[in-house]
């Protein structure tokens, strides 16, 4: 199956169309995550990507460019741990069709492939149905529940840990100790 969507690395010249699209998809969005809907606040979010610990994509449609979600690699942790989280979200234009699922897959490949991370977490409120199918199609498994996790629309959130290992064979980064 031809793959329908690629990985685009968000850069500041994304920032008109990404706040669009935030502004467009806010229904979507809330109560699950709050993302820049402003220059002002897509500036301030976007200084989190350069120091290299977190990494934001844009989801485009191979055909056309359409910006049709977004994903964050983020807290990039080596030495013994070489994982990170997983933050995304669809745009509500382009919403339940699939492009997500192949967005994120594309994400695991290029953290386990390029990266070299072995583990990834999706951190995801229990009502979010949409975002647990996502996972649960991309083969994470769940690990617990973190009681008041992440701050979200005015409320600490409980939130479903579910993660996914690096498949076999994987290069380990030269990070990783010997013993």
């Known amino acids: 199956m031809p793959k329908r969507v690629e990985l685009s690395p968000l850069t500041p010249s994304d ?3 990404f706040c669009t699209l935030v502004r467009a998809s806010s229904e979507l969005h809330r109560p699950w995550m709050q993302l820049p809907a402003t220059a002002q606040e897509f500036q301030v979010w976007t200084r989190r990507f350069d120091d290299g610990t977190n990494l934001g994509f ?8 359409a910006a049709v979600g977004m994903v964050n690699i983020n807290s990039i942790i080596r030495g013994r ?4 989280s997983l933050g995304y979200a669809a745009f509500a234009p382009s919403a339940g069709r699939g492009y997500m699922t192949e967005g994120v897959a594309a994400t695991l490949r290029y ?12 951190n995801i409120q229990p009502a979010n149905t949409a975002s647990l199918a996502l996972v649960k199609r991309l083969g994470f498994r769940y690990e617990g529940l ?3 996790y992440l701050y979200i629309d005015g409320d600490w959130r409980d939130h479903e840990r579910w993660a996914v290992t690096a498949p076999s064979p994987w290069t380990p980064d030269p990070s990783l100790p010997e013993v």
Do not use: I, M, N
Not at 81 to 84: D, F, S, W
């Open 15 to 17: 920032q008109d169309e």
């Open 58 to 65: 844009l989801v485009r449609v191979r055909d056309t460019g």
């Open 81 to 84: 741990y070489q994982g990170a």
């Open 111 to 122: 953290a386990f492939t390029d990266l070299r991370l072995h583990r990834l977490e999706a």
């Open 146 to 148: 973190s009681p008041a």
